[in-house]
């Protein structure tokens, strides 16, 4: 019996030793979690259990070998887009042709066909967005980047925040023209773009013409907006801009205007029939034709315009129009949501990662590089969006270190060697009795 307590002891070392060295040699692996070997008592009973009460047990077994999985430090500013940290509970979800997996570690990168995958190749689970860029929560699919060119967008909307200097005295010269100031008070311009993506300018000057009261001329790329390409060029739309007695731009009644802009009911602006436009030099004349984009109209919006006593011009402008731009970068909020940049300044969510958490986490088995499965023992897997019910949050450009303690681990490794030797001490031992046992004999 002794022979077999001792070699159930030298077992239970191993595993330890096992165990400690496997926690060691992945000290450094992103998203590790340590494990723990935990041993139990053997007893042998006799027949209907009468066994008295001294009975000596019949050694150690290894009753299981458990993870844990506390957070491990996040490196952070690792230069990497898609290098991802979980900050809180839950995990990865993982998808190998099928099969879920589940991971903390987050060394994301992507494939040649722009899906996110991880160093084994398996392909991040999220939500999708739709045509208007709204992420698709509730179905989950292979996260992606596409790395196609943003396609152009036409100007339809325009907000104008700005200010005119109610100070400044009426003008009475000589008629409006874009090229002499004289004829003009203050004046500024907006970047518009058509549907091929083409730069225009939407140029906007106005005239004191009497107290509380101006005349806005609009032109784009110096042009009449509707019919850019007469010779000459046909003078520029006006609009009649009342204020009231606190700075504020009356619209009702509403403004006047010519044919190319029109008043909306809410006291907006609509830039009608606008045609695309661009100057085309043969020798030494210069005409303007159109440039195949399509014609449009352009809603403004000018309502917080302001007659002050301070400096005139633009306090703020917007416009959702974009020309084609090439993906420059990415980055990803605490939520989840992956937004990839572009060259031509704008942005737009391509994805969200999607969060994974179990009832048990212990009952997941694992299933080697760094991930688990789950099982019946760990529950029904919850996953949902970043931030939402118990699930942590997301840190870009970082990853979650190993949570191996490693002086720990070190101790650990003595004290398995200990146990080893002490329990090959035993067999060593009963070796020696039963040798003289057999000599006495």
Partial sequence: MSFNIGLSGLYAANKSLDVTGNNIANVATVGFKSSRAEFADQYAQSIRGTSGGTNVGSGVYTAAVTQNFTQGSLTTGTG?????????????????????????????????AGNIIDTNGNNLQGYGVDANGNVMTGVLTNLKVDTSNMAPKTTANITIKSNLNSSEPI?????????????????????????QGNAHTLSQYFRKTDTNSWTMYTLIDGRNMSDP???????????????DESGNLITTPAPVSTAGVTVNADGTFTIQD?????????GSTTTWVENGAAQVDMKLNMLATTQT????????KSQDGNYTGQISAMNVDSSGNLFATYTNGESRVIGQVAL???????????????MWRETYASGI????????????????????????DLTGQLVELIKAQSNYQANAKTISTESTIMQTTIQMT
């Fill in 80 to 112: 990497r887009d898609l290098d991802l940290a979980i900050n809180g509970n839950g995990f990865f979800m993982m998808s190998n042709n099928g099969e879920k997996l589940y991971t903390r570690a987050g060394n994301f990168h992507t494939d040649s």
């Fill in 171 to 195: 003008n009475t010269g000589a008629a409006f023209d874009p090229a002499d100031t004289t004829t003009y008070t203050s004046t500024y311009s907006t970047p518009i773009y058509d549907s």
């Fill in 229 to 243: 390409t007469t010779e000459p060029a046909v003078a520029a739309d006006q609009t009649q801009l009342k204020f």
């Fill in 274 to 282: 606008w045609q695309p436009a661009q100057s085309k030099t043969v």
């Fill in 309 to 316: 006593n301070a400096a005139a011009g633009a306090i703020s």
């Fill in 356 to 370: 994974t958490t179990f009832a048990n986490v212990q009952g997941l088995a694992p299933a080697g590089g760094t």
């Fill in 381 to 404: 897997p919850v996953t949902g969006a970043p931030e939402s019910g118990t699930l942590g949050n997301i840190t870009g450009s970082a990853l979650e270190e190993s949570n191996v």
